[in-house]
């Protein structure tokens, strides 16, 4: 079994649309759970994090974890074109390696 | 916000000479940085840890010999890659941790990324 595992879509909207992504992680010592947005050829860029199980509001973006079913959510409201990427989830043990999920390409058509 | 640097962003080499990839902290300075690395359409697959003065932790199956780890100072890691082959052809992303947060921060700064060709 993966450490995490992401539905790698692709994912086509409409502009307006509420976006749902999910990663699944295998390993309850996970503690930080992060959420990143990576578009073509570049390096990706934090958009969340979360330490807790529960909520965290960012704009049009909510970061949600539930850690007795180890499932990690992003929602994004109202999307924008801007917003196509791919969007990567990660998590984080006690130390500083990062595990990232496959990734998956959202396109938020205008 | 922290800014990481890599040079160069693509590089294009002959099968088997070695390339050199260089992850610079701009604005902060980090005692460890992090080498992944990235196929198309695949997550980003941690190499190696670098730690700045002492010997770089490598990932189960990463050859330490062929992609050699070079932390010589606060702000500066490279990356070579030995007698390169095709196979090797990849997108190879650093990521750098602020040290001046506090102990536990999550934070880990990524940079641009370098993409490798081996002809």
């Known amino acids: 079994q993966k450490e995490v595992e992401q539905d790698p879509g692709p994912l086509s909207v409409p502009e307006g649309a509420i976006v749902s992504l999910n990663c699944t992680y295998s390993n309850s010592a996970f503690q930080y759970f992060m959420w990143y947005r990576q578009y073509s050829r570049k390096g990706p860029e934090l958009l969340m994090y979360?330490?807790?199980?529960g909520n965290k509001e960012d704009g049009r973006f909510t970061a949600q974890v539930d850690k007795s079913s180890k499932y990690i959510s992003l929602f994004i409201r109202d999307s924008q074109p801007s917003d196509s990427a791919t969007y990567l989830c990660a998590v984080r043990g006690s130390n500083y390696k990062l595990t990232f999920g496959k990734g998956t390409l959202l396109t938020v058509n205008p | 916000g922290a800014v990481v640097s890599q040079h160069p962003s693509r590089v294009i080499c002959k099968s088997g000479t070695s390339v050199k990839i260089e992850c610079r902290s701009l604005d902060f300075q980090a005692t460890t940085m992090f080498w992944y690395r990235q196929f198309p359409k695949k997550s980003l697959m941690l190499m190696a840890t670098s730690n700045e003065g002492s010997k770089a932790t490598y990932e189960q199956g990463v050859e330490k010999d062929k992609f050699l780890i070079n932390h010589a100072s606060l702000t500066l890691s490279t990356l070579t890659v030995t007698s390169a082959h095709p196979e090797d052809s990849s997108f190879y992303i650093c990521?750098?941790?602020?040290?001046?947060?506090?102990?536990?921060?999550?934070?880990?700064?990524f940079g641009p990324g370098t993409r490798l060709t081996v002809t």
């Open positions: 979360t330490y807790s199980s």
């Open positions: 990521s750098a941790r602020d040290e001046g947060l506090q102990l536990d921060s999550y934070e880990q700064y």
